[in-house]
């Protein structure tokens, strides 16, 4: 059993302030323990002798509460509160205060009891914490960058912001549901567990940072840069990881697409060389301020004197200035400065392409023509052969020409005997013609005239004679042609007794090499010259003839609209 000093004693060490007080009045303190001095710089006294004490102590502006208060004590049966008190320092501390009435063994309120707890330092590490944890709300809720919180055991989110939803393309409940690693790349996997354990381990990393590939909901790829920090229990246990996520697909994109940018720059400048290179002629391409930028193989042999120094950057001026040192007088030209600045104006305003012989016979057409940018395009094309070709091409045109001309000489004369020719010879034709008439005239006076043989016989030579008047006709009209003397005579005549006429001339030489001849005639007028179109149907009748060793001869006549065709076919 404790005796009154013990219980002093335990009284004494106990860190809150025991107090009582009459539940009559004034609420008089009666009694106040040692720890009084200790938490608020008083001595028990202090309060024991004076009832105002109390109240006197008590922040203005927190003593009208607390007095409202304090009945509530006598009809609840206990109050805790808190209220500021003035230290003996004079500062004021926030104090705790709880306490409830003992009553007697009838049931009246005897005493009251309380302790007094100086909960200042408590409140300040309740306001830090809740401001830390508003510092940290504000900071996991930001807008702009994903935040979760993950565990330990098996990587999965204990919590996510709506931005890091958003980013993954995940509701926050099916987040929950899943792991960071399950929304990792497959290629970024190890690399990321590598540093989570690193990290978990305390060995080489508190934290991590790294840039790493998601998998979106959508199936995309969201690129981000990762920030993960471990959260420790007092003890250095491993409580949770901390993370953020900063989307950079944009950035990632930008760069991804200037990197293949650049790629195809460096590939089309290859291509570009490469066709420089294939050009059979020179080549080179100087810049807006007239420096070499590049030249091919071809171009280098054509300036085999300035092989060494045509590298990009070298100016124009400077390659010509070099070449009139080098060679001053070759090929005949006097490369003074005259010679230069004339070259330079050329090379910088260029018009036409100009040439350029040399004494080993070669011969060499410039074209120089201004760029978009204000560079100098330069191709050297090698014409040594296109120029003697062009020589030899002009040599055969004078001879060509002579040719013509004595070849007109020759058809004059041809054309001249051809109408000598066919002016004599028209004349025994004639006289044949007269003959054949006569003899006619007298066999048709005899028995044997009136035989059909005879009289078949004496129409062919008739029609021979004919032919041959008509072949002589076309000699002389050749020749009229010739000398541009041919008029033609436009006639109206039918075209069935052209037809007739003409078959009957050819259809026995077609029947003697074994063809049929096959006549389609026509009751139709035309206008035409009768004796041309005869002397061509002619000409096509013989040919199909002589040109058809079997099948037939096809001699018609079509009406086509307003017009009339007249065709000589062979098989």
Known sequence: RLTNNDLRQVVDACPAIIYTRDVQGDFQATFMSESITEQ??????????????????????????????????????????????????????LV????????????TPEKIVGTLLDFTRQDLIDEAFLASNERFRRFFNMPFTGAGITAISDKSWIE???????????????????TWADLTHPDDIDENTRLFNETISGENLKSYGMEKRYIRKDGSTLYAILYSECVRQPDGTPSYMVISVEDITERKQFEMALLQSEENIKQERNWLIDAINAF????????????????????????????????????????????????????????????????????????????????????????????????????????????????????????????????DEANQAKSIFLAAASHDVRQPLQSMGMFLSVLEDKLSKTPV??????????????????????????????????????????????????????????????RDKGLDFKVVSGDFKIQCDKTLVSQ????????????????????????????????????
């Open 280 to 407: 059979k002629d020179g080549f080179a391409l100087y810049d807006a301020d007239d420096k070499l930028v590049i030249c091919n193989e071809n171009f280098l042999k054509a300036h085999e004197d300035l092989r060494n120094i045509l590298k990009p950057g070298i100016t124009y001026e400077e390659c010509v200035r070099t070449r009139a040192r080098l060679s001053q007088h070759r090929d005949g030209i006097i490369r003074d400065e005259e010679w230069i600045q004339k070259r330079l104006h050329q090379h910088r305003n260029p018009t036409e392409p100009f040439e350029r012989s040399f004494a080993d016979g070669t011969t060499f057409q410039i074209h120089e023509f201004k760029t978009r940018n204000g560079g100098t395009a330069v191709a050297r094309f090698d014409i040594t052969n296109q120029k003697k070709a062009n020589n030899s091409l002009a040599q055969n045109e004078i001879k060509l020409k002579a040719a013509l001309s004595k070849a």
């Open 449 to 510: 005239g009136k035989e059909k043989t005879v009289q078949a016989l004496v129409d062919r030579m008739n029609d021979s004679v004919s032919v041959l008047t008509g072949l002589f006709d076309s000699l002389l009209e050749i020749s009229k042609l010739e000398s541009q003397t041919l008029e033609p005579i436009i006639t109206e005549f039918n075209v069935a007794e052209l037809v007739a006429r003409l078959a009957g001339q050819f259809e026995s030489r077609a």
């Open 160 to 178: 996510v912001n709506d931005t890091l939803c958003r980013l993954m393309g995940y509701s926050r409940e099916e987040m929950l549901e899943l």
């Open 40 to 93: 608020l710089g008083y001595e028990p006294q202090e309060f024991l002798n004076n009832v105002q004490f109390w109240n006197d102590h008590i922040h203005p502006d927190d003593i009208s509460r607390v007095l409202k208060e304090f009945p509530s004590v006598l009809k609840n049966g206990h109050l805790s509160h808190k209220y500021r008190f003035r230290h003996k320092d004079g500062t004021y501390c």
């Open 96 to 107: 705790r205060d709880d306490m409830k009435f003992i009553s007697d063994a009838d049931g």
């Open 536 to 571: 061509i149907l002619s000409n096509f009748l013989s040919n199909a003839i002589r040109y058809t060793d079997t099948g037939e001869i096809l001699f018609g006549v079509y009406r086509q609209g307003r017009q009339i065709s007249i065709e000589v076919k062979d098989a």
